[in-house]
Nanobody, 125 residues
């Protein structure tokens, strides 16, 4: 089972950009569907994006981030990225990197068996 460590969070003004990274340990990274969820204060943990394990470019996005966020992966570096553009104050949340062995890229958080500790993203207006 992989272990996940996120980085790249921080404070940014509305309209700005951030790139989150998630480094995974383990030899079977390419067999994991990788994704991101986020949780704002007082709200549930919501699906952001996923990239399917067997494909480098099959992706899924939550409706609120489509067209603004891009997920990608580098299997040689065991790393998944989330490029976030045109950030809005409502994007403020803790962002969690997730992994699912041979996963389908579901929006259901219960299908992801590995979770990182999270990284804070704060977007000021």
């Amino acid at each position: 089972q992989v272990q996940l460590v996120e980085s790249g969070g921080g404070l940014v003004q509305a309209g700005g950009s951030l790139r989150l990274s998630c480094a995974a340990s383990g030899r079977t990274f390419s067999s994991y569907t990788m994704g991101w969820f986020r949780q704002a204060p007082g709200k549930e943990r919501d699906f952001v994006a996923a990239i399917i394990w067997w494909s480098g470019d099959v992706t899924r996005y939550g409706d609120s981030v489509k067209g603004r966020f891009t997920i990608s992966r580098d299997n040689a570096k065991n790393t998944v990225y989330l490029q976030m553009n045109s950030l809005k104050p409502e994007d403020t949340a803790v962002y969690f990197c997730v992994a699912s062995l041979y996963g389908s890229g579901s929006e259901d958080r219960r299908t992801y068996e590995v979770w990182g500790q999270g990284t804070q993203v704060t977007v000021s207006s």
